[in-house]
């Protein structure tokens, strides 16, 4: 499957996004660029124009550096799943509920 992310995508990906701010913000704006940027080679080859697979990717408030560092472990085992789609992974800080 082209969109499965290796170990090294995975360990990057999660230690940008619970350490560096300028690499959250092009995350949130792109999520496809932003895997490309880190070496993801699909998100390299994928048109501009092709929301496709990678809508489910999109944020629109990324959890803070702190919550993702704390779940790094939970996380970096769903994201290395051999089935990734059966499940949903948020990186989205959560609301409280009223």
């Known amino acids: 499957m082209p969109f499965k992310l ?6 990057t990906l999660l230690d940008k996004l619970s350490s560096d701010d300028a690499f959250r913000k092009q995350f949130e704006a792109n999520p496809r660029k932003a895997l490309a940027a880190i070496g993801h080679r699909a998100a390299e080859i994928a048109r501009d124009g092709d929301s496709g697979m990678w809508a489910c990717l999109a944020c629109t408030e990324l959890a803070s550096k702190e919550t993702i560092a704390a779940s790094r ?5 769903h994201l290395l799943a051999a089935q990734p789609s059966a499940f949903t992974i948020s990186l989205e800080l959560a609301k409280p509920t009223q």
Do not use: F
């Open 6 to 11: 290796s170990e090294a995508t995975v360990d």
């Open 73 to 77: 472990d939970v996380l970096r085992e």
